[in-house]
């Protein structure tokens, strides 16, 4: 799980160690804890593609309150996302 130095508390970490995820976030402490600078570099790939979803304001409000249709905007907003770049070259 990509997550930022907010999520460094040892119940979040314990909590993702039951469920068999690997947590890949910096560590908030003075004794650092080793983590993968590479997944970890990913996040920020992440964080603007989730910023780029939230400029549809369907998703930003969440008006479908189907899990099937939310998922479909998503969907359409991901193809529109691509598109650009796709078009561009």
Do not use: C
Not at 3 to 31: E, Q, T
Not at 49 to 56: A, D, E, Q, S, V
């Amino acid at each position: 799980m990509l997550a930022d130095k907010g999520y460094d508390a040892d119940a979040i970490r314990a909590g993702l160690a039951k469920r068999n995820i690997k947590p890949v976030g910096r560590s908030n402490r003075r004794v650092k804890i080793e983590h993968d600078r590479t997944l970890y570099k990913q996040r920020n790939r992440i964080e603007r593609m989730f910023g780029h979803l939230k400029i549809n304001r369907a998703i930003a409000a969440r008006y479908d309150h189907l899990a099937s249709s939310f998922l479909g905007m998503v969907h359409l907003a991901t193809a529109r996302y691509w598109l650009k770049f796709v078009h561009a070259a």
